[in-house]
Each structure stands twice: as C-alpha cells, then as structure tokens.
C-alpha cells in the first residue's frame, strides 16, 4: 500500500467535489456530479452499487502517461481477474484543462473498493448506492474542514475514511 502525502486534504477533497466526473455508455457521455443522483446512469447501466476509480497520478501527483497507462492496466488486470464490471469514465476540472481516465465500478462495497484506492495510491472515490446521490470517500485523515468545503457546499455528500 502506497502511502500518502497530502499537504491540504480539504484543497484536495474540495477539487475532487467541485469535478465533472463522465461515464461512457453505448456511445453516450453520461455526467455525475459530486452531491447529485445519477438517474441517467443507473437507468442504463443497473446495480446496487458504484464506485467511480482511477490508478492515474497516485498521491495527486503528475506522472508520466506511460506511468499512468500502466498502473491503469495493472488496475483493469485486476478488476477483470475479480469480474467486476466496469465502464470506461474519466474525471475533469471545471475548466476542462485536467482530464484523468478511470473506471466506473459496478457493485463493489466500500471495502474493496478503499483496498482498490489505497493499492493506486488515490486519496478518494466517488462511491454510491442506486438512488442516492453520488458522494466522495475520501481515504484520508479527516481535517478541520469547516471553512475549506462550506463555500462549494459539497461537506454533507463527502465522507472520511481515515487512511
């Protein structure tokens, strides 16, 4: 297990809340925001569970795409030899100027799938389950967040696991 260094995991957990996350199925984008249902994504692709997960820049840190592509891999091989369902997504700022490739997740409980994430070396992914809004799991220490997440108003939709 990959240890993490965060330097503000409120910064962090408010930049992960304030993303557009982006689901592909059958040829269509599907959008999830943090604090949202998703409707349009559990009525396309069923389950009682979802869990939104990236092996990309593990610990918030740029790594090369060939790094990136192969810890990715690694995370399919994986997911594959489980026989967990997955579809392609990815995540993005709000300016579309970060992208970062990762899988929606289908029926994985919160254990494996903080296994999953803390094996990558990812602070948090989005977990939820059908009908309820989509919410963050952060993987870290939870900090005096009082002021850091008031103003995106996202604090009732993430939760802390400490890591």
């Known amino acids: 297990m990959r240890e993490l260094q965060i ?3 409120a910064e962090l957990a ?3 809340a304030a993303a557009h996350y982006v689901v592909m199925l059958d040829g269509d ?3 999830l925001r943090v604090g949202e249902p998703a409707t349009d994504l559990e009525a396309y692709w069923p389950a009682g569970r979802y869990v939104f997960i990236t092996a990309w820049n593990p610990a918030s840190e740029p790594h090369s795409d060939t790094a990136n592509k192969s810890a990715d891999a690694l995370l399919v091989a994986e997911l594959d030899a489980a026989g967990i369902r997955r579809q392609s997504a990815w995540g993005e700022d709000a300016d579309g100027r970060w992208r970062e490739p990762g899988w929606l997740l289908a029926d994985v409980d919160d254990s494996r799938s903080a296994t999953l994430a803390q094996a990558y070396g990812q602070a948090g992914v ?3 389950t059908r009908g309820q809004p989509v919410r963050l ?14 103003g995106i108003g996202m604090g009732e939709f993430i939760d802390w696991v400490d890591g």
């Open 126 to 128: 989005l977990a939820w």
């Open 7 to 9: 330097v503000d995991a």
């Open 137 to 150: 799991r952060m993987l870290l220490h939870r900090p005096d967040i009082v002021g850091a997440l008031a």
């Open 14 to 16: 408010a930049a992960y």
């Open 29 to 31: 984008a599907l959008r």
